[in-house]
């Protein structure tokens, strides 16, 4: 059975930086692409980066350079890097195995103005 678990959120005031970590259990990790998403209430979810399995990331068309996302297979990690964080970045991120139609509990994240 897969399972993932998110850490690393937490309050951050405007300007600053989060670094997020999502732990990969259950499957060979390597061979498949996880995802970053992140979901305010009331709000859709939406997705903030596509890492696929050799590291190759596609980023959500609001992080305009502000996130890096990255994995490292051996360890089964997955890793989002935010800087310079806004006030509307506040949300809950959750980690992704789309191959598996997995996600973790989430992280929450809040951005102090």
């Known amino acids: 059975q897969v399972r993932l678990e998110e850490s690393g959120g937490g309050l951050v005031q405007a300007g600053g930086s989060l670094s997020l970590s999502c732990a990969a259990y259950g499957s060979d990790f390597s061979r498949y692409a996880i995802a970053w998403h992140r979901q305010v209430p009331g709000k859709k979810r939406e997705s903030v980066a596509l890492?696929?399995?050799?590291?190759?990331?596609t980023y959500g068309s609001f992080v305009k350079g502000r996130f890096t996302a990255s994995r490292d297979n051996a360890k089964a990690m997955v890793y989002l890097q935010m800087n310079d964080l806004k006030p509307e970045d506040t949300a809950t991120y959750y980690c992704?195995?789309?191959?598996?139609?997995?996600w973790g509990p989430g992280t929450e994240v809040i951005v102090s103005s």
């Open positions: 890492i696929s399995n050799i590291g190759t990331v």
């Open positions: 992704n195995w789309p191959a598996f139609s997995t």
